[in-house]
């Protein structure tokens, strides 16, 4: 605290800022805080023009751990194979409004769509986004059904689009000019079967009965 005290001025005295610290800082408080931030920003006029909250970005910054800890995992493709630093990755949800929502810390510096949802599912915020941005995250076709079925659109930016696959529902629907790549079909007796068992997932992953 040394750079920010100053004696004289109450607010600023060390004593105040390590018990504030200790204090407020804690995981419950800056949850209570985060809806009221997210709500200000909104009410600024600017905001308003940069999108309309319903979107958000998610990516991860990887960085090295210098100490020991339980949240973090060697990974020597980001940082050399010279030393096996232990790594974590803070995954960042931010809205189109330019507004930070929240996050979640990942052990190691996985690339897994299933944190992404994981961290949505997190976010203590009054309204959540619909859509979700990110990069290419390991998606996979039930990757996309697991964000559906829990009201998000997840919408990755494929890196390599070549071998996606789409979907039909009947063989001999007309998609027009995509009927040559959709050339797989959903097997709706299936979903239907499996229904309740789905509900059932992306009910405990809203309730936060489990995580993603």
């Not at 009927?179 to 789905?198: C, E, I, Y």
Request: charged fraction near 20%; aromatic fraction near 8%; glycine fraction near 10%.
């Amino acid at each position: 605290m040394t750079t920010v005290a100053k004696e004289g001025v109450p607010a600023l005295t060390r004593g105040r800022l390590v018990g504030v610290d200790h204090s407020y800082f804690t995981a419950e408080s800056i949850g209570a805080a985060a809806p009221l931030l997210v709500a200000a920003q909104n009410g600024v006029g600017i905001a308003a023009d940069w999108g309309g909250g319903m979107v958000a970005g998610v990516d991860g910054m990887r960085f090295v751990v210098p100490v020991r800890s339980i949240a973090s995992r060697p990974n020597p493709k980001y940082f050399g194979t010279s030393k096996r630093r232990a790594e974590a990755t803070w995954l960042n949800v931010v809205s189109d409004r330019v507004m930070g929502l929240g996050g979640l810390v990942v052990h190691g510096t996985q690339r897994d769509s299933l944190h992404v949802l994981d961290a949505m599912h997190q976010l203590d915020v009054d309204e959540h986004p619909e859509i979700v941005t990110s990069d290419t995250a390991s998606y996979s076709d039930l990757v996309f059904g697991l964000f559906a079925i829990c009201g998000y659109q997840f919408s990755p930016r494929i890196a390599d689009i070549s071998d996606s696959r789409l979907w039909r529902t009947h063989a001999d629907a007309d998609y027009g000019p995509l009927n040559a790549v959709s050339g797989h079909t959903v097997s709706l007796r299936k979903v239907a079967a499996h229904w309740p068992d789905m509900l059932r997932v992306a009910g405990s992953l809203v309730t936060g009965e489990v995580r993603a």
